[in-house]
């Protein structure tokens, strides 16, 4: 399955390719302020054992360090490239899913659901789902109707920060409609920004991850309508040695 991710298209979106790594924040630092929000009827329950609470209490910390990797089931959402990719001066970086869910130290992974009202957590949930893994998809899983167009999918981490994965799990590039071909379309004063800030060109990304047998597309206006489609790119680097030999 193809999963994807929108970037802002900076210089350190390009060095984490490069690297073959994600950063995968503490579900505090995204941006829906109602991430990991549920209503408790388990501790709150006054026939729950001491035990039992315990553990509850130290599984509700435990979560509070685990990171977060939001994916799309789309590359052609016209919200998202606005959001995520920098209004379309970005990338979206296709992964295959079955090889990014190799990484060791997940959690677990899940397609979100969308809903009116917050998650309850009580004896049900828990006894039903009976797994760590599936108490974290009840609350990590579940988001608001109002972000149902992300078709989010998340994979979960037992810890949040810079997570290494195999190369091949990027298999495609798309570059926004607007991001800049060459470096010479790039801001005189781009250099001085921040490496969070400071923009890449369609042709440093190519050249960066030349040899990883990626494929690379343009997006562009569907005739017509408000949609997008995209085109492919011919890599130029497509012949140069191979990036890694495995």
Known sequence: MKVYKYRYGSQRDLESLKQDYFYAPN????????????V??????????????DSFSRFYEDIKSYGIYSLSKTA???????????????FCI????????????????CVMEYGDDLPK?????????????KLNKFIFGKKSKRWQHEDEIRIIMDYFGKVEYDFRAVKAIY?????????????????KLPDKLSQVSQEQVMEVLKGRNIKYYQMKFKSNS????????????????KYKIL
């Open 226 to 241: 408000y949609e997008f489609e995209y085109i492919q790119v011919i890599d130029p680097y497509n012949d140069v040695e």
């Open 121 to 133: 957590l009580n004896f049900n949930s828990v006894f039903l789902n009976n797994s760590i893994s």
């Open 40 to 53: 408790d009827e388990i501790l709150s329950a006054s026939e729950l054992h001491p035990y039992l609470k």
């Open 27 to 38: 579900f505090l630092k995204l941006n829906d302020p109602y991430e990991g929000m549920y």
């Open 175 to 191: 570059f926004g409609l607007r991001m800049p071909k060459t470096q010479q379309d790039l801001y005189d004063d781009n250099k």
């Open 76 to 90: 052609i959402d016209e919200l998202l490239w606005a959001y995520y990719a920098n209004s379309h001066q970005g």
């Open 94 to 109: 296709e992964y295959d899913q079955q090889v990014l869910l190799q990484i060791k130290n997940i959690q677990t992974y």
